[in-house]
């Protein structure tokens, strides 16, 4: 098998099987509904031990940019092959989240809100305040390539020996530090899917960003009420199949961009 094969390969799976629990999880009327953080940060860790195991020989099983990247900035990487390698695991994220869809397409689409939707896609903050996210996600991210580097064999080479570890390391992230922000911590495995989620003829998904409050502070407002993304939700309101919920300030207007 190729280099570039057992990248996508991997990388599929990691996906594959990751972004499943997720969506066995939080969709209606599966068989996994509702069964919890415990069973997706479990599953993650195993669709992880997968990717490796079978990319790993071949590869080295890095199936994220972030391990890629820190390898080659380590000096253990050769740089040359940084670009094939980022592009073999986007490729197989985006594989993997196609598949995902198609084994539970009905279900996405019958999904309670375009929130819901998106999650089987890629992560979300469970508070929106993007200068935390961002931290979060780089802290974890850290803590990620700091074990890689410690696990990393002389060879850079993550086969099976390397996989449980590693499994372990993705498993005790996700527990540890994966509530705010739902810990992506590979840009490949978000990114992917998620460009995937924008192509696919998902139905109801939509975002809607704040872009004018009248009671702003800037405006001499209260700043009380501010809406800052919101998500639509298939809650049928006026013969409309989709609608949000907001917070309107009295005698004021807001304005939404789509996104």
């Not at 996508?8 to 997720?22: C, D, H, Q, R, S």
């Amino acid at each position: 098998m190729s280099i570039l094969v057992a990248e996508i390969l991997g990388t599929m799976l990691l996906i594959l099987l990751g972004n499943g629990v997720v969506a066995n999880v939080v969709l209606k009327d599966t068989k996994g509904n509702n069964s919890g953080w415990i069973v997706i940060t479990t599953a993650w860790a195993l669709a992880v031990f997968v990717g490796v195991v079978v990319a790993g020989p071949y590869s080295g099983a890095h199936l994220n940019p972030a391990v890629t990247f820190a390898l080659a900035a380590a000096g253990k990487f050769d740089w040359s092959m940084v670009p094939m390698y980022i592009l073999a695991q986007m490729l197989g994220a985006m594989l993997g989240a196609f598949i995902v869809w198609m084994i539970y397409k009905d279900h996405i689409n019958e999904a309670g809100s375009a929130a819901d939707q998106l999650a089987i896609f890629s992560t979300g903050p469970s508070i929106r305040r993007l200068p935390q996210n961002f931290i979060t996600e780089t802290l974890a991210t850290l803590v990620f390539i700091l074990g890689i580097l410690f696990i990393q064999p002389a060879d850079n080479n993550l086969g099976a020996l390397s996989a449980l570890p590693v499994a372990l390391l993705v498993g005790g992230i996700g527990f540890g530090l994966g509530g705010p922000t739902g810990w992506a911590i590979n840009p490949a495995r978000d990114l992917g899917p998620r460009i995937m989620h924008s192509i696919l003829p998902v139905k109801g998904k939509s975002d809607w960003k704040e872009i004018f409050n009248s009671d702003a502070s800037k405006y001499n407002g209260t700043g009380n009420f501010t809406n800052t993304t919101l998500t639509s939700d298939r809650k049928t309101w006026n013969n409309r199949e989709n609608s949000v919920v907001l917070e309107l300030p009295p005698l004021g207007m807001v304005a939404f961009k789509y996104e």
